[in-house]
């Protein structure tokens, strides 16, 4: 999965969390396997977010200390033995967002995705085979846009009455007016243009391959088609170092910023990477019946990331040896349960 930005929590958080300025401290210029394990260990024991519905024994787990115990930094053996081992500690993590990149020298780019290492994916497309299909559904106006180098999307109408978005990464909100790209300002102001005119009667979204993308769009983007507020579920976050020291649960709102008093019927376009903040928003829509989804059940990492100076737990790098991504804090839906690992089942 890409890097997934997704900050539900608004103000209470400012107010309520204690900003992380008591960070696990620097392993040093020249750490041994086992300062390497032991920092990692206790990272998870006390910044994992899941720990009150994993089903991973992490105490079990120190048992690989010994293991560690016999390995040498600066062998490259060594060093292969050592991913393998990370690989095994976490290979039933339920986070779907977790991952390990490997930083050291003679192991760097290798990376460790347990959820995707576990789906089996049958025939799922990728989103430029896809991009095909719809540029061939698109019969009149059409558009395209994209703000950086790996992300895309085209816009168009496939009837009078029908108009079509797909993307494969949400950054607009963070991106729009920037001065990065004018054609991508303007593809977007006809979209927005398109949604809001009462001609318009159906929206087809394709997040099929889409990996998700900055939660700033869910009001941006969503939010123009949407005529009300919605509390589509809650958050929940770690509030100190105790493995299950929880937040209250917090209401997850996704803010309207439709014109229109009526809005066009939706029609959400999945497949098994469809991911994070795209999940979220065919879970927001599907859940209060604004349309309907068709294709696959999504992913399943619908938890929020952000930076560990602002949450008890979530991404962190152990020096120059490898970088965890991880959950900041976990999203549930509106009956107050997890679908993380679960994703979202088409109608």
Same mark, same amino acid.
């Given at each position: 999965m890409k890097k997934i930005y997704f900050i539900v929590l608004c103000c209470y958080i400012c107010m309520t969390s204690s900003c992380s300025d008591d960070l696990p401290g620097e392993i040093g210029q020249?750490? /041994?396997?086992?300062?390497? +394990?032991?920092?990692?260990?206790? &990272?998870?024991?006390e910044r994992y977010v899941f720990w009150d519905l994993e089903n991973t024994d992490w105490d079990q787990m120190h048992q690989y200390r010994s293991q560690f115990e016999r390995l040498d930094i600066n062998d490259q053996q060594d060093?292969?033995? !050592?991913? #393998?081992?990370?690989?095994?500690? /976490?290979?039933d993590i339920l986070d779907h967002h977790f991952t390990i990149d490997f930083t050291a020298r003679g192991i760097q780019g290798i990376q460790i995705n347990p959820s995707f290492e576990r789906?089996? &994916?049958?025939?799922? *497309?990728?989103? &430029?085979?896809?991009?095909? #299909?719809?540029?061939?559904?698109?019969?009149g106006e059409q558009h395209v846009g994209h703000y950086t180098n790996d992300s895309h999307f085209i816009t168009g109408l496939t009837d009078d009455q029908t108009?079509?978005?797909?993307? $494969?990464? +949400?950054?607009?909100g963070r991106n729009y007016r920037s001065?990065?790209? !004018? #054609?991508?300002?303007?593809? @977007?102001?006809w979209f927005f243009d398109q949604v809001e005119n009462d001609n318009i009667k159906h929206v087809i979204l394709d997040l099929r391959s889409c990996t998700g993308g900055n939660l700033i769009d869910l009001n941006f983007f969503l939010g123009k088609l949407l005529i009300a507020d919605i509390h589509f579920g809650y958050t929940k976050m770690k509030l100190g170092r105790g493995r299950t020291h929880y =937040?209250?649960?917090?209401?997850?709102?996704?803010?309207?910023?439709?014109? $229109? /008093?009526? !809005? *066009?019927?939706?029609?959400?376009l999945t497949n098994g990477i469809t991911a994070s903040l795209a999940e979220l928003m065919a879970y927001i829509i599907q859940?209060?019946? @604004?349309?309907?989804?068709?294709?696959? =059940?999504?992913?399943? !990492? /619908?938890? *929020?990331i952000a930076a560990i100076e602002i949450f008890n737990s979530g991404t962190y790098s152990i020096g120059e040896f490898m970088r965890i991504r991880t959950a900041s804090v976990q999203f549930l839906d509106k009956n107050s349960r997890s679908i993380e690992g679960v994703g979202v089942a088409p109608n």
């Open positions: 020249n750490p /041994t396997m086992v300062d390497i +394990f032991d920092q990692f260990y206790h &990272f998870m024991d060093l292969f033995s !050592a991913v #393998e081992l990370f690989r095994e500690m /976490t290979q789906k089996q &994916f049958d025939d799922v *497309p990728s989103y &430029f085979d896809s991009l095909e #299909e719809v540029e061939a559904m698109i019969r108009v079509i978005f797909k993307t $494969n990464l +949400f950054n607009f001065g990065i790209s !004018a #054609e991508s300002d303007e593809s @977007l102001d =937040s209250p649960l917090l209401p997850a709102i996704v803010r309207s910023r439709r014109v $229109n /008093t009526t !809005a *066009p019927k939706i029609t959400v859940s209060n019946q @604004l349309g309907t989804l068709e294709g696959a =059940s999504t992913y399943g !990492a /619908t938890s *929020p």
